[in-house]
């Protein structure tokens, strides 16, 4: 390394200027490998590898070039990926969002994709924002089912210093982490041959290590909610996936498993090849028989109903979030329910699944050729239907056509129309592009709805 020097300057002083210099270089570098410690650096970009184009390969023996990959950022990909939030009538936006490309054992690629909704503050949204997806990435140790001492210190560490709800947790510890072991709808095939996850224990325990880390920070009062969506191929037809190499999930000729996972009330979206939106995230409110029937076996007293006629859990409209320390030992945990789907080429599904297996796995059991994902905060889904939330989508992409009507102008227009009705809570949207994309019927469910909304809304209260 050559350190800067003035010439004028004595040996000695440069000698000491030098010195100084080089201790701060090696303090710095010192500080950047505590930083790498911690904050482990983690993939935004998709890589596209152009095809090998000679004309001495046979197409069903396609080759990526040896040349020419280009490293694309997520957020600014607009043509497969929308995204745009707004604070609306709030004065500040909890709400933040992220997409990463996590890179898991046995070489797996899984696009991630995420929505939070913070409340009481944008501490803990913010914290997740910068650290949920890595440590899913790098929690291998933590997922093993082996690895039985790490996980019971984890919990262990909720018994101490939260108590209340985790008392019997803890207790029940063996029996909790067994009911991890299963997924709802995890996809198990019988002509596919595909290296299985381990989404079951991998999930839930960085959701409770990152919810607990985030109770160690000097600013802990805040809460979030999150949903988010895992997208891996777990099968492609050599050959297929022009214009680029690479098999992902938005590809013909591709085979993915989508992985949701979810927490409190932000939601996820699914809309099918007919153009028909599917939830596939039910909000952890205390009216979710689910949820109510959890909480009132520790904590029947904290149920009640506010002014508006909506019943809360204590002071919360979520009864799981990540943060909300002052309610953990009530039961509010960040545990997610976790949820697997088939997605991708029809043709292809129609030719490796049986019938029991597309009518199980595939959304409202068509068989593929999905055509986007939503995921949204509670400031879109309280203002619209799921199928408005779609049909503005579909619309806006049928009125501007193709090449214009990106993801991203469809994901704008959908919170733009939340602001333009009045939308009393900050709203964020991610749009997905799936294989299905831009082959839906040309049909608008809800126009006349949505119709009479913006008729009906008047800024000034007039009429």
Not at 250 to 255: D, E, Q, S, Y
Not at 305 to 322: K, P, Q, V
Not at 350 to 379: H, N, P, R, W
């Amino acid at each position: 390394m050559i350190l800067p020097f003035s010439s004028s300057a004595s040996p000695i002083s440069r000698l000491v200027s030098d010195s100084i210099l080089a201790k701060k270089i090696l303090t710095s570098c010192s500080n950047l490998k505590k930083y790498d410690k911690h904050n482990r650096f983690i993939s935004t970009s998709v890589t596209f590898t152009a095809i090998d184009r000679s004309e001495s390969i046979p197409y069903n023996q396609t080759k990526p070039h040896k040349i020419g990959k280009l490293r694309v950022p997520l957020l600014k990909s607009p043509s497969h990926l929308g995204h745009f939030s707004s604070r609306v009538n709030r004065i500040y936006n909890e709400d933040k969002y992220s997409a990463y490309v996590l890179n898991l054992p046995n070489d797996r690629t899984v696009f991630n994709f995420t929505v939070f909704d913070g409340h009481g503050g944008d501490q803990c949204s913010t914290y997740l924002l910068k650290h949920l997806s890595n440590e899913i990435e790098s929690a291998n140790t933590l997922a093993d089912p082996k690895n039985e001492a790490e996980r019971d210190e984890l919990v262990e560490k909720y018994l101490k210093n939260i108590g209340g709800y985790w008392k019997r947790w803890f207790k029940q510890r063996k029996e909790n982490f067994a009911k991890m072991e299963t997924i709802a709808n995890e996809i198990k095939l019988k002509n596919l041959d595909f290296q299985a996850d381990d989404f079951n224990t991998r999930i839930p325990l960085t959701y409770l290590k990152t919810d607990y880390d985030f109770f160690e920070q000097d600013d802990n009062s805040s809460g979030s909610t999150c949903t988010s969506a895992f997208i891996e191929t777990i099968y492609s037809e050599p050959g297929s996936f022009a214009p680029v190499f690479e098999p992902y999930y938005f590809n013909r000729k591709t085979i993915s498993k989508l992985t949701i996972s979810h927490v409190g009330d932000t939601k996820a979206i699914l809309v099918d090849r007919t153009g028909e939106a599917h939830a596939l995230s039910q909000p952890h409110h205390p009216s979710n028989p689910i949820e109510a029937a959890r909480l009132r076996r520790f904590s029947t007293n904290f149920f009640m109903t506010d002014s508006f006629g909506e019943e809360r859990f204590i002071a919360l409209a979520n009864t799981r979030s990540f943060g909300d320390v002052n309610y953990k030992q009530m039961g509010v945990t960040s545990e997610p329910d976790l949820s697997q789907f088939i997605i991708g080429d029809a043709e292809l599904i129609q030719q490796k699944l049986t019938a029991d297996e597309m009518k199980k796995y595939t959304i409202g059991g068509l068989g593929g050729d999905e055509a986007f994902l939503v995921l949204c905060s509670d400031g879109i889904t309280n203002e619209l239907t799921d199928q408005e939330v779609a049909d503005i989508v579909m619309v806006h992409f049928n009125m501007k056509g193709h090449p214009k009507a990106t993801p991203q102008l469809c994901a704008e227009e959908v919170v733009k129309f939340v602001e333009y009705v009045g939308g009393d809570d900050n709203a964020t949207c991610l749009v997905i592009r799936l294989n299905g994309w831009g082959k839906w019927p040309i049909l608008d469910r809800t126009g006349e709805l949505r119709q009479e909304r913006m008729e009906a809304y008047s800024p000034r209260g007039e009429r």
